[in-house]
């Protein structure tokens, strides 16, 4: 004992860095991307104890595990029936491939990694802006008929959350299932509104509870999808959360730029099932899943939409995969805008050969971040991405928070996941993919009004910037894959 008490820190030290090259070989042999290796080998060999604790909260890989398995909800005969529904018959996919040329490969890369059905009957409306959507939800949510499925990585009890509370809660009360899932993370509820929602008969569920939210910002598997269900026949997913934030009040001092989609149609039986994926992990019971949960109204307009999933639960990085193949086989412009930019290796590859082989590839990022290591860290990139040719924008007219990408006039992306690493591999994420004409081009006309509030960045100029600034990003840059 007293030799242990003499000795304490050395022997802490020495069982540190025990455990932690025991985690280095760990991390090595998973043969992982080098860069992200490297940070986690970075991070044990110079922060002691506090590496083992990165690296326990945010290193572990559980997709192949499958600790969030959704076998139980796949395997439900109504959800068998709805996806045979979805199938298209081989003389629609071949129109269809006409149509697309070479963009039918995201049809048949998404169809192979996860059965995502590529939906033709849909209609959709693009919101601009918290002040659009909020309107068309509460709107919406006061009309329901028969349920309300509500899943976000954000909601807050604030102005325009206790709005939507309210109606929820209203709704509840006439006898409509309302069922709401919120990251545990993400989300700040108070007591008050939790037991008004528990009164009134709203099923709520926090995702992956967590002890201490306000000091687990960045904890990993986190769900960041934001998707509403209604009745079975309205959806909405896209980039906003329920929050004030993005609501432009006129006392607001910054300015939230954002895109959501409201779908009717064949997709929405698509965000459903991931609705009621993430209800059966969430709330442990065995939710009766009946066919009154999925329209059976035919539209007949016609417009394609994929709605593409990742997360720990999926066997493929399936929205990043998709936004390479689309960049791939780009032959006219990319128009990108994300709040977070710090890509992996094969994102940044496809975006620098794609605007070297002279197709217009243009993305807005913020010019000030709600995050200071995640904004040096996108900084770090520009540079190599203005001597690929590729035209970058920063916007100063508040923060952008979109996360789109609309391609060549016929594809065109709308979602919750942003261009970094903890969107393509760690967190639950959900975008739609629409292929459609007349989507892309109000998506490319209001990507062109925010580049009039952007400040486009000057290789030039851009080299001269202050050397710390170059010392902060680089460093930034290391921790990118933690981000």
């Not at 992982?32 to 690296?55: C, E, H, W």
């Not at 970058?392 to 952008?400: D, I, L, N, T």
Request: glycine share 4%; with cysteine.
């Amino acid at each position: 004992m007293t030799f242990i008490k003499d000795n304490f820190w050395s022997i802490l030290i020495f069982l540190n860095y025990a455990i932690a090259i025991s985690a280095a070989l760990v991390i090595i042999q998973k043969n992982r991307n080098p860069n992200k290796t490297y940070s986690y080998i970075l991070m044990l060999a110079i922060f002691p104890f506090l590496g083992l604790l990165v690296y326990y909260f945010f290193g572990q890989e559980y997709r192949k595990t499958k600790i969030f398995n959704r076998k139980n909800i796949r395997n439900r005969t109504v959800i068998k029936e709805v996806e045979q529904e979805l199938e298209l018959q081989p003389n629609v996919l071949q129109k269809i491939d006409e149509l697309l040329d070479e963009k039918n490969k995201l049809i048949k890369l998404l169809h192979n990694n996860e059965k995502t059905k590529l939906t033709i009957h849909n209609q959709v409306n693009i919101l601009f802006n918290g002040e659009e959507k909020f309107k068309y939800l509460i709107e919406d949510i006061q009309q329901a008929t028969h349920h309300i499925h509500l899943e976000y990585y954000i909601l807050k009890d604030d102005t325009i959350g206790g709005k939507v509370i309210s109606a929820l809660c209203k709704k509840a009360k006439e006898g409509i299932k309302v069922r709401v899932s919120f990251d545990d993370v993400g989300s700040k509820i108070s007591k008050k509104a939790r037991q008004q929602m528990s009164e009134s008969g709203v099923e709520f569920y926090p995702f992956m509870p967590v002890l201490f939210n306000q000091f687990t910002g960045k904890m990993n598997y986190r769900n960041h999808r934001k998707i509403v269900v209604i009745d079975g026949e309205i959806g909405y997913v896209g980039g906003m959360n329920i929050s004030d934030n993005y609501m432009n009040y006129e006392t607001d001092k910054i300015f939230w730029r954002d895109t959501h989609l409201r779908i009717k149609g064949e997709a929405v039986k698509s965000l459903q099932i991931l609705f009621l994926t993430t209800w059966q992990f969430v709330s442990n019971n065995n939710l009766k899943i009946t066919n009154s949960l999925f329209s059976s109204t035919k539209l007949n307009n016609k417009l394609g939409i994929q709605i593409a999933s990742s997360g720990p639960d999926s066997d493929w990085a399936n929205i990043m995969e998709a936004i390479f193949t689309a960049i791939t086989n780009a032959e006219d412009y990319v128009y990108i805008t994300t709040p977070y930019f710090i890509p992996n290796d094969e994102i940044i590859t496809a975006i620098q050969v794609a605007a070297r082989c002279d197709i217009d590839v243009r993305i807005i990022i913020p010019k000030s971040s709600d995050s200071w290591t995640a904004q040096y860290a996108t900084n770090s990139y520009i540079e190599k991405l203005l001597e690929a040719n590729v035209k970058v924008y920063r916007y100063s007219k508040g923060f952008v928070h979109a996360k789109t990408m609309v391609i060549d006039d016929v594809f065109s992306s709308v979602g919750t996941a942003n261009m970094d690493y903890r969107s393509f591999n760690i967190n639950f994420e959900v975008n739609a993919l629409v292929y459609d004409e007349g989507v892309s081009n109000k998506l490319k006309k209001q990507f062109m009004l925010d580049i009039e509030d952007c400040e486009e960045v000057d290789y030039n100029s851009w080299k001269k910037r202050p050397r710390l600034n170059k010392i902060k990003e680089s460093f930034c840059r290391l921790w990118a894959p933690l981000l």
